[in-house]
Nanobody
Framework: QVQLVESGGGLVQPGGSLRLSCAAS????????MVWYRQAPGKQRELVAH???????NYAGSVKGRFTISRDNVKNAAYLQMNSLKPEDTAVYYC??????????????WGQGTQVTVSS
């Protein structure tokens, strides 16, 4: 089984920064990508940032230039550095891993989410 645990959320003022972490554990033999999503109250879950096993990244237009995704392949971890935060970034942030417990796996695993609140 694969487990994901997010951390690093909290309350921050507009213009501030936070760094989210996602630690994956279990018998992981394949990671194709790690992805950060977010879901604000009353809205659908949306992709924030995506990083492949090779290090290629992709961002939602609303966070490009402010957020940076990175990963540590040795630790099976992913990070989301969030700068210049805005009130509209307020949401529960979820980590997603695409991979699994056998070579070539492409299953989806989710963390429990971490709350980010941007408010003065």
């Amino acid at each position: 089984q694969v487990q994901l645990v997010e951390s690093g959320g909290g309350l921050v003022q507009p213009g501030g920064s936070l760094r989210l972490s996602c630690a994956a554990s279990g018998r992981i033999l394949s990671i194709n990508a790690m992805v950060w999503y977010r879901q604000a109250p009353g809205k659908q879950r949306e992709l924030v940032a995506h990083i492949t096993s090779g290090g290629s990244t992709n961002y939602a237009g609303s966070v490009k230039g402010r957020f940076t995704i990175s990963r540590d392949n040795v630790k099976n971890a992913a990070y989301l550095q969030m700068n210049s935060l805005k009130p509209e970034d307020t949401a529960v942030y979820y980590c997603n891993l695409k991979g699994g417990t056998y070579y070539g796996a492409s299953d989806d695993y989710w963390g429990q989410g971490t709350q980010v609140t941007v408010s003065s």
